[in-house]
Nanobody
Framework: QVQLVESGGGLVQAGGSLRLSCAAS??????????MRWYRQAPGNQRELVAS???????NYADSVKGRFTISRDNAKNTVYLQMNSLKPEDTAVYYC???????????WGQGTQVTVSS
């Protein structure tokens, strides 16, 4: 069974920073063979892709976070990170970690961590 456990969420003022972590574990789960993603969902909104990082380290970002958020991965620690700078109230959401073996496969999800940005 694969587990993705997010941490690092919390309450921060606008302009502040947070770093989210997602630790992956599970028998026969090869972290370095998976595309890792961060999604977020605000109340009343659909879940949206925030950032992704491929097995080779290529990254992709939503337009709304480009230049402010950075996704990275540490394959030795089975962990993916999301560094969030210059946070805005509209970044308030539950942030979810996702892992999939291919680009179109969203197989594994974490339980989510709340990020709240106050104005």
């Amino acid at each position: 069974q694969v587990q993705l456990v997010e941490s690092g969420g919390g309450l921060v003022q606008a302009g502040g920073s947070l770093r989210l972590s997602c630790a992956a574990s599970g028998s026969y789960f090869s972290f370095d063979a998976h595309v890792m993603r961060w999604y977020r969902q605000a109340p009343g909104n659909q879940r949206e892709l925030v950032a992704s990082i491929t097995r080779g380290g290529s990254t992709n970002y939503a337009d709304s976070v480009k230049g402010r958020f950075t996704i990275s991965r540490d394959n030795a620690k089975n962990t993916v990170y999301l560094q969030m700078n210059s946070l805005k109230p509209e970044d308030t959401a539950v942030y979810y970690c996702n892992a999939g073996p291919t680009a179109g496969n969203l197989k594994y999800w974490g339980q989510g961590t709340q990020v709240t940005v106050s104005s």
